[in-house]
């Protein structure tokens, strides 16, 4: 079958309990199996505090319900990276949903001289401290999962750390799916031309997923696809192209999708944890399976993308020896 019509079923992503440390001998074999056999998993233990969850979705739903105008003025251009957006392409097919992508480098976004500032709602000033609080928590668990992620490779739990520390391209994006009267959660045939976000795969290193109670992420697996249900106060978690490369194809980068709302709309923030720009991203085993992949240039490339249907989306597949 192929992805626009393999059916949708219910098979739950691994979910795995952290609460005894990500240096857990028994938590990195968890993680090791979830990230050969799916790419994806469910973290439940992490400590992030549920009052902070409460306040930031909260936070994320007031911008969503900005008059339409006002969120227009704050849209991100092909300049400035950073703002509102309601049209963006996934694999060259517009997406129903609307964005707001922020700076998720807390170093940029504490400097007021920055090139590229996040254009703040004037009328909301509590959003950019919310955000801080929110980034400083999530940064600090993607850290810690990407060392866990460097062991379960046999690799020293350090040896991503000089591409990420201070200076990685990191970026939180807020995901609003409007209600739209009916839902495909249910459906064994899904059309490409109604998915919230289309199917593709993550460009970075990892994706940290805070989410709402209302399903609609699918992941596939075994040319099937596979419907999460998200666990209370849980973070979603799937690799990214790049984690691929670094595990020369031990860990997945799995395709997934999210379908449109029915009744209910529906809220997310990811936080996609990337690489400085300057990184160069090659397989830790020999013999490896890619060539050496610039991220500034793989992540431009994808990121063009969204703006416009530039042809087909770039690749990891495209460096393959």
């Given at each position: 079958m192929t992805s626009s019509t393999a059916p949708s079923t219910i098979l739950q992503v691994p979910s795995i309990d952290i609460s005894q440390g990500l240096d857990n001998a028994e938590v990195i074999t968890q993680l090791a199996g979830a990230c050969e056999q799916w790419g994806f998993f469910q973290l439940t233990g992490h400590g992030i505090d549920t009052a902070l969850r409460r306040d930031f979705f909260a936070a994320m739903a007031n911008f969503f319900a900005l008059p339409s105008e006002e969120k227009n003025r704050l849209s991100r251009n092909q300049d400035n990276f950073w703002g509102y957006f309601d049209k963006e392409l996934t694999k060259n097919k517009q997406d129903a949903k609307e964005i707001f992508d922020i700076d998720g480098n807390l170093n940029n976004l504490r400097n007021s001289q920055t090139t590229f500032p996040v254009p703040w709602p004037p009328g909301q000033p509590e959003l950019q401290k919310i955000v801080s609080r929110w980034l400083a928590e999530v940064e600090h668990l993607s850290r810690n999962l990407l060392e866990a992620l460097c062991v379960a490779l046999g690799e020293p739990p350090t040896t991503l750390n000089t591409s990420f520390v201070k200076n990685h391209s990191s970026f939180l994006r807020f995901n609003y799916y409007p209600e739209r009267g009916h839902t495909q959660a249910d459906s064994t045939e899904v059309s490409l031309e109604k998915f919230g976000i289309h199917p593709h795969t993550d460009s970075g290193a990892l994706t940290v997923l805070a989410h709402d109670a209302v399903p609609g992420l699918q992941v596939r697996k075994d040319d099937s696809w596979h419907t999460v249900i998200p666990e209370k106060d849980s973070f979603i978690i799937n690799l990214g192209d790049m984690m691929q490369v670094w595990s020369n194809d031990r860990f997945t980068a799995a395709e997934h999708r999210v379908l449109t709302s029915?009744?209910?709309?529906?809220?997310?923030?990811?936080?996609?944890?990337?690489?400085?720009?300057?990184?160069?991203?090659?397989?830790?085993?020999?013999?490896?399976?890619?060539?050496?992949?610039?991220?500034?240039?793989?992540?431009?490339?994808?990121?063009?993308?969204?703006?416009?249907?530039?042809?087909?989306?770039?690749?990891?597949?495209?460096?393959?020896?």
């Open positions: 029915g009744s209910q709309a529906r809220y997310s923030a990811p936080y996609f944890y990337n690489p400085s720009y300057e990184t160069q991203c090659l397989p830790f085993a020999s013999p490896p399976r890619y060539k050496p992949i610039l991220w500034n240039e793989y992540r431009s490339g994808r990121a063009a993308g969204d703006y416009a249907d530039l042809g087909e989306e770039i690749q990891i597949a495209w460096y393959r020896l």
